[in-house]
């Protein structure tokens, strides 16, 4: 996986999720956003892309510091370009660009983390070095939003139908930014080994998008 990929997929990347699945990405990104309860104070958000659900969460909880981490620097500067008409919140954003993979993660900081779309882009055994890092940086009953595309077990023409547009998805953008997985992995028992609960499942698009609400265990 490299930065230079995603940079030249950064100024088509609205079009390009349109055209895979419409509204439903941002749908799914922002779903149980009014659902969160108690304060939200600092926030981690690992690949955000363009800054669309940035862009509600700042407007959702105005008391949030948000950390967003992303290893393209042209989205970055596209999600900085999206804030321009609310130069006021910019102060309450610090803007890392990494490789993920290489960040150190802090300890028991944040209250919220959201990973929309982004850790379908890692390998089994990148996920298992990387779910319990993010855990780690939550604080204890900490929310974690994660939306992604996922292959349901049924019916079988939705099974089928999702198989059928993962390989084609996963075609496309390991030729595109050099992606190291060529297969979803279902992230469940990662998470529920990182002693993280999910409290909510909400399906989009007849079970292709699935989006979760986990909360980190509270011990």
């Known amino acids: ?13 609205r079009a ?13 990104r922002t779903a149980h956003l009014a659902s969160l309860a108690g304060p939200v ?4 958000m690992l690949g955000e892309g363009p800054g669309r659900l940035l862009e509600r969460v700042l407007q959702d909880f105005p008391d ?3 950390t967003v981490v992303d290893q393209s620097a042209v989205m970055l ?13 910019l102060d309450r954003v610090e803007w890392i660009q990494v490789d ?5 993660f802090p300890v028991h900081r944040y209250d919220l983390v959201s990973t929309p779309f982004f850790l379908d882009c890692f390998r089994q055994d990148e996920l298992e070095t990387l779910v319990p890092q993010i855990t780690r940086s939550l604080k204890p009953g900490a929310y974690w939003l994660l939306a992604d595309f996922q292959i349901p077990v049924n019916p079988a023409w939705q099974r089928w139908r999702a198989t ?4 084609a998805m996963y075609a496309f953008f390991r030729r595109v930014t ?3 997985a060529s297969h979803w992995v279902d992230p469940d028992i990662l998470l529920t080994r990182a002693r993280m609960k999910r409290t909510r499942r909400q399906l989009f698009g007849a079970g292709l998008i699935r989006s979760d609400c986990w909360v980190r265990d509270g011990c």
């Open 1 to 13: 996986m490299n930065a230079s990929g995603f940079d030249c997929l950064a100024r088509s990347y």
């Open 16 to 28: 390009l999720e349109f055209i895979l699945a419409g509204s439903m990405m941002q749908r799914a």
């Open 41 to 44: 104070g600092r926030v981690l």
């Open 64 to 66: 949030a510091v948000v």
């Open 77 to 89: 500067q596209q999600a900085r370009r999206r804030l321009g008409s609310f130069p006021e919140v």
């Open 100 to 104: 993920l993979r290489h960040w150190v």
């Open 164 to 167: 059928l547009l993962h390989h």
């Open 178 to 180: 050099g992606l190291s």
